[in-house]
């Protein structure tokens, strides 16, 4: 319907997958009544970046609204939560915190087939290529401090206050992450990969005993956050389907992932030999910086952290592969599963520094 927008800040979108075809009518309907009755026709495309949750742009006329999906098919148990998504952002936006409007949520499946939700549309830019090329050092700079500041000031949200006191289970997090993701591996395994298996084995004898709690974004990097159009400030925090009540330097860690991370559809920054001259901050500076936002000294045993974030990354992207080599993903099928290998390699490696 729309041709894919080339512009590396904005969304790329195009006709909906054919894997991905909704009931236009029955959602017409449902958005009629539940959301608002624009008078023009509903028209609907579909974002073509994303492994997880299907996402869709509903248009009429100059209006436009984001609908975010389950993805068809058997899931696996825990995955794909959009109700979660949409709880965490409506109580965010009461309090300022930048993230979409939320409009409706339907847990009714037989409208579309899942469970699903709409929110408003935002005009920014969404940077896919965490190199940021094409722009200054001061412009890089002053981009991935800002998403450091966001990350630190989500972690400082007083969650009871907003209604999200009951939004996990506070305590125990890595223990219950790390059994959740072997779950999910398990869950997507299509063959045996000695990394992970070491991981498994290792992880949970590892990880330090601590119990601070905060909202946990989950997923929490460049390419799920928008920004300005113009400015490098982020307006909206997106993607939300992992997060829950859980420790903040899971998601401080997972970000860092970054500086490891070989893949150009997750983020890399290989290439860059000087960070410093390129205005990126290096990974110790970026930790620094979140330390000083949030009042720590420092955090010890931060590769352990790391190795455990690389984990659970391996785990969704195995679930990625399963899916799209069973042909209901958002990508063809591959034979090759080398992100998940590679993450898991480089998890142990960080383990032996």
């Known amino acids: 319907m729309t041709d894919p927008i080339p512009d590396p800040g904005k969304p790329s979108i195009g006709a909906v997958r054919a894997n991905q075809l909704l009931d236009e009518a029955a959602l017409d309907r449902w958005f009629r009544a539940n959301v608002e009755d624009p008078a023009e026709r509903l028209e609907l495309s579909q974002f073509t970046r994303g492994a997880s949750n299907p996402t869709y742009l509903i248009s009429a006329g100059q209006r436009r609204w984001v609908l975010r999906k389950k993805p068809p098919g058997q899931l696996l148990p825990s995955a794909h939560q959009v109700d979660r998504e949409y709880r965490a952002m409506s109580a965010l936006g009461s309090i300022g915190f930048p993230v979409p409007r939320m409009r409706a949520y339907c847990g009714d499946a037989s409208v579309i087939g899942t469970a699903f939700y709409v929110m408003d549309f935002l005009e920014g ?48 997090y890595f223990q219950r992450q790390i059994d959740r993701w072997i779950r999910q591996y398990r869950g997507a395994q299509t063959e045996q990969i000695a990394a992970m298996e070491r991981l498994i084995e290792e992880l949970p004898r590892r990880i330090p005993d601590s119990d601070e709690v905060s909202i946990a974004h989950g997923d929490y990097r460049l390419e799920n956050v928008m920004f300005h159009p113009t400015e490098p400030r982020i307006v909206a925090v997106l993607d939300w389907e992992l997060s829950t009540l859980g420790h903040p330097l899971a998601d401080i860690a997972y970000g860092c992932i970054l500086y490891h991370s070989r893949s150009e559809s997750w983020g890399t920054l290989e290439g860059i030999e000087d960070l410093q001259a390129a205005g990126i901050p290096t990974e110790q500076e970026y930790v620094a910086a979140y330390c000083r936002r949030t009042g720590r000294a420092s955090i010890p045993d931060f590769d352990v952290y790391l190795a455990f974030s690389m984990f659970r990354l391996a785990s969704i992207g195995q679930g990625v592969f399963k899916r799209n080599l069973i042909g209901i993903g958002n990508a063809p099928g591959s034979v090759d599963n080398s992100n998940t290998k590679h993450l898991a390699a480089k998890a142990c490696e960080i383990l032996d520094r």
Do not use: C, K
């Open 125 to 172: 830019r969404i940077f896919r290529d965490a190199r940021l090329p094409g722009m200054s050092p001061a412009e890089r700079r002053a981009i991935y401090d800002d998403l450091n500041a966001t990350l630190a000031r989500l972690h400082q949200v007083d969650y009871g206050a907003i209604g999200l006191g009951d939004y996990g289970r506070p305590g125990n």
